[in-house]
């Protein structure tokens, strides 16, 4: 399963004012609430942040479709899968995947090759992330 989480600290800036900043992660293979709060806090803690974990809730993403995370900025795709019912009634399944890239362009192919996996899929969105990483429960990182 997939949660999203949004962590907030405080930092001192170059001026010496204090800074609120908010940061939001998706979790990947936490089956639970406590599981996906443990990764945010296990994070902070190899971080040395303070941390309140101000957001947690399951997400719509299906899948992380790639795991080139080399500082890349993370897009999510709305996909939409037309298929066929045993009744011989066409529907639409919408999904959303995440995944990293380089920049928009490459974003646009990757899902556009994605997208041909032998589905009757098309691309319905496709934005920058808010998210700055995945954290993954049971690794190193989480």
Known sequence: MIYEGTIKYETVTNKGNTKVVRESYLIEDAETFSEAESVLFGFANKSSLEIDVVSL???KMKEIAN???DTM???IATLVDVFTDENGIEKELTYNIAFFALNI???HTFIRLYA???YCMEMKALKQA???DVLK???ANG
């Open 57 to 59: 809730k399951r997400s």
């Open 67 to 69: 795991t080139n995370r």
């Open 73 to 75: 900025p993370m897009f």
């Open 105 to 107: 362009e490459e974003a």
């Open 116 to 118: 041909t996996q032998g």
């Open 130 to 132: 808010k998210f700055l």
């Open 137 to 139: 429960y049971g690794s």
